[in-house]
């Protein structure tokens, strides 16, 4: 009997609806995982990555041979045509050299099938567009690197902004509800003669202030964990508990002297960058290359008839080499343009340089100032919250006034806000730090 009670018990507490408390905890890298995997935009760019290796191939393929079969059909009395029609079809007789019949043939019907083998030897051209759409297809990789590390960095901020709104939710809660004792016992006392109306209405507008605080609290968590949940590729509306980072470890803060070398090395900016330097070169070699031959190789088998299934056969084989004697100067134009490109992505990468090294020397020095400003943090909450104790006691007491009151809670609301949005900073300026030298990617 009571093993079955139990089993009730059981199943009924299974089927009640879990308290928000039990929302499934959600750390930071748990959520840029999420967002690597699902986001739509990183769906896109690795789409991106397919489409440009699949140009790869199309490239590769116009220095394949092409084969073609070609089945026509063709019927007229065309002295030219009829001529050449039967002397394919191997029927020409010495009757056909009848004046009349040269002049004025019968009509004919020529079915013919054609076989066609076309290889290029050697084509400047195409093997440019081999050579760029590999490195179209690099490019395309280093911009899904760039994209990791933006979203990684995007997803870390709004976490943060998260953490942010539920602190000062909490805060916002944790002041409506000191208030609230605040002003009831203010309310007591001024019934007791101690304290006068205009104390009570102080508190009154002080608690008016921190509820609409609490307000705009709630909703900027909802906003947030809105916007954090659509990064993550989820619902909207899916809750998670996020997890408050632990305080920066002496090993974290150390400097790093060697921050930029690595982010020269590493960064994906860098290498894309690098590769359109290398694609303008490559359209630089195409374009001086239009002055150099084109050779091609062409057989032919094909199958004439005045019937579909009695035809003769013949073959032929031929090689073509080209020469651009003079194209009304478009290319010594097009030559002239692909090195002025050239040099203009010379001049980007450079600037690109640049701003990498001014990057991490940003991040670097923003995280160093994020660390000091959470030790401060930490400090600041734990004062204030002994100056909130030690003014309300003295209030009790007669020994301060209401002001003093709505001073220490306001200023302890303050310092919360202040500490966690700290904690926020180093760890932003944590994932800032790490995208700058490319270990986000």
Known sequence: MVSRVAI?????????PRPLAAQETLTLDQAVAAALANNAMMRAAKAGEREAAAHVDEARAGYLPRVDYVESWQRGNDPVYVFGSLL???????????????????????????????QPIFDSARLAGIRSAGLGSQMAQQMTAEGR????????????????????????????????????????????????????????????????????????????????????????????SPVEPPPPSAAATAPASDDEAAALKSRAAIHRANTQVALADTARTAAKAAF???????????????????????????????????AGFGDAARLKAASAAESRAKAERDNVLDTVRLDVRTARAEYDAAIAREAVGRAVVLQARESQRIIRDRYESGLAGVTDVLRAATALLDAETLRIGSIVDVMVGRAALDKAVGRLQ
């Not at 394919?88 to 050299?97: E, G, L």
């Not at 009349?100 to 004919?108: F, R, V």
């Open 149 to 240: 590390a933006d979203l990684a960095l995007g997803v870390t901020r709004v976490y943060g902004m998260v953490l942010q709104a539920i602190a000062g939710r909490k805060a916002a809660d944790s002041a409506v509800d000191a208030a609230k004792d605040d002003l009831s016992r203010t309310e007591q006392r001024r019934d007791a003669g101690f304290v006068t109306e205009a104390d009570v209405l102080s508190l009154r507008v002080f608690l008016a202030q921190m509820q609409e605080r609490q307000i705009r609290a709630a909703s900027g968590e909802t906003i947030a964990r809105a916007q954090l949940n659509q990064l993550m590729g989820v619902p909207l509306d899916q809750p998670f």
């Open 292 to 326: 150099l031959p084109q050779v091609y190789f062409q057989g032919m088998y094909e199958l004439n008839g005045n019937t579909f299934w009695n035809r003769a056969s013949a073959w032929m084989v031929s090689g073509q080499l080209r020469f651009n004697l003079f």
């Open 8 to 16: 009730v018990v059981t199943t009924l507490f299974a089927l009640l």
């Open 88 to 118: 394919t079809h191997q029927r020409f007789t010495a009757a056909n050299f009848a004046l009349d019949a040269l002049n004025h043939p019968d009509p004919l019907t020529n079915h013919q099938g054609m076989l066609v083998l076309q």
